[in-house]
């Protein structure tokens, strides 16, 4: 099993940066996939980016392309969102998760989540 716990969410104009931190407790973090997904309120939760474990090759939706950048420092157990360039449209609950295996968009396949954290973009 793994654990997971996000931080790095709050305020910022639009513009504006953040990083997003997953830091994971639990074995082998570095046989994980990893993947950010966002909820805002009234909408599903949908994939924003993904890594894979084996080849660091990473996945993106069009909404971030050129914007968000997903990285991971498997020595220290976690995993990064650089988000630039934030739009209020990017305000939602932000969500790292993991599973074994290759990335999906469906959070479904995710096994394990974080309790989330709130980015807010101020038009």
């Known amino acids: 099993q793994v654990q997971l716990v996000e931080s790095g969410g709050g305020l910022v104009q639009a513009g504006g940066s953040l990083r997003l931190s997953c830091a994971a407790s639990?074995?082998?973090?570095?046989?994980?996939?990893m993947g950010w997904f966002r909820q805002a309120p009234g909408k599903e939760r949908e994939f924003v980016e993904a890594?894979?474990?084996?080849?660091?090759?990473?996945y993106y939706a069009d909404s971030v392309k050129g914007r968000f950048t997903i990285s991971r420092d498997n020595a220290k157990n976690t995993v990064y969102l650089q988000m630039d360039s934030l739009k209020a449209e990017d305000t939602a609950v932000y969500y790292c998760?993991?599973?074994?295996?290759?990335?999906?968009?469906?959070?479904?396949?995710?096994?394990?989540w974080g309790q989330g954290t709130q980015v807010t973009v101020s038009s």
């Open positions: 890594i894979s474990a084996s080849t660091g090759s990473t």
């Open positions: 998760a993991a599973r074994r295996g290759r990335y999906y968009i469906q959070p479904g396949e995710y096994a394990y």
């Open positions: 639990g074995r082998r973090f570095s046989s994980y996939t």
